[in-house]
């Protein structure tokens, strides 16, 4: 069974940076991976940020960056506003039936 | 605007079937595939499966593959989610999300909760 690994949670203070990575169980994660973010917050929808690794959709913020760091795939949130406290999920692209969320991360913004 | 308006609330027995609609709006729906997460209460998010909506191709995680069907009908731009022999443990909100090119779903509907219980 492959297991996509997040952080459980990280706190970050206002105007500060913070990096969530996502890890895969079957070894490093590249960009064969397609990895996407996700935000989510309380009683929302899922909200996309990140595809393909690096790639913002057109309504995600500068301050929100994707990367692959260390043999992961990682969300580098910078200059952090109040209104990022959420739940980040990371989804990646094993096969065409096999793609896997990460457990997800919830950030406080303290 | 993309959107993609989902069907209400459902509750059924254990052992039921429920189908869910996913109705799209603002794009060329056979331009584009739909898949299906769900999430249970205070859960993470779970892939379920993908539906082109050009030609109704299906990649099923396996986990479902006995149990869920996904459908489109481009006449009315609408996908759907049918789900079998439901359990307590499929309780959960239910969502359809747009997905173009990379696999990378990108705009959501507003989920659809899924109650089964006796």
């Known amino acids: 069974q492959t297991v996509v690994t997040q952080e459980p949670s990280l706190t970050v203070s206002p105007g500060g940076t913070v990096t969530l990575t996502c890890a895969s169980s079957?070894?490093?994660?590249?960009?064969?991976?397609?990895a996407n973010w996700f935000q989510q917050k309380p009683g929302q929808a899922p909200r996309a940020l990140i595809h393909t690794t690096s790639k913002r959709h057109s309504w995600t913020p500068a301050r929100f960056s994707g990367s692959l760091l260390g043999g992961k795939a990682a969300l580098t949130l910078s200059g952090v506003q109040p209104e990022d406290e959420a739940d980040y999920y990371c989804?990646?692209?094993?096969?065409?039936?096999?793609?896997?969320f990460g457990g997800g991360t919830k950030l406080t913004v303290l | 605007q993309v959107q993609l308006v989902q069907s209400g609330a459902e509750v059924k027995k254990p052992g039921a079937s429920v189908k869910v609609s996913c109705k799209a709006s603002?794009?060329?729906?056979?331009?584009?595939?739909i898949s299906w997460v769900r999430q249970a209460p205070g859960q993470g998010l779970e892939w379920m499966g993908w539906i082109s909506g050009y030609n109704g191709k299906t990649n099923y995680a396996q986990k479902f593959q006995d149990r869920v069907t996904l459908t489109t009908d481009t006449s009315t731009s609408t996908a759907y989610m049918d789900l079998r022999s439901l359990r307590s443990d499929d309780t959960a909100v239910y969502y359809c999300a747009r997905e173009g090119a990379a696999s990378a779903p990108s705009d959501w509907g507003q989920g659809t909760l899924v109650t089964v219980s006796s």
């Open positions: 079957t070894g490093d994660v590249t960009s064969d991976y397609y």
């Open positions: 989804l990646l692209y094993y096969t065409a039936t096999q793609r896997v």
């Open positions: 603002g794009y060329t729906f056979t331009s584009y595939g």
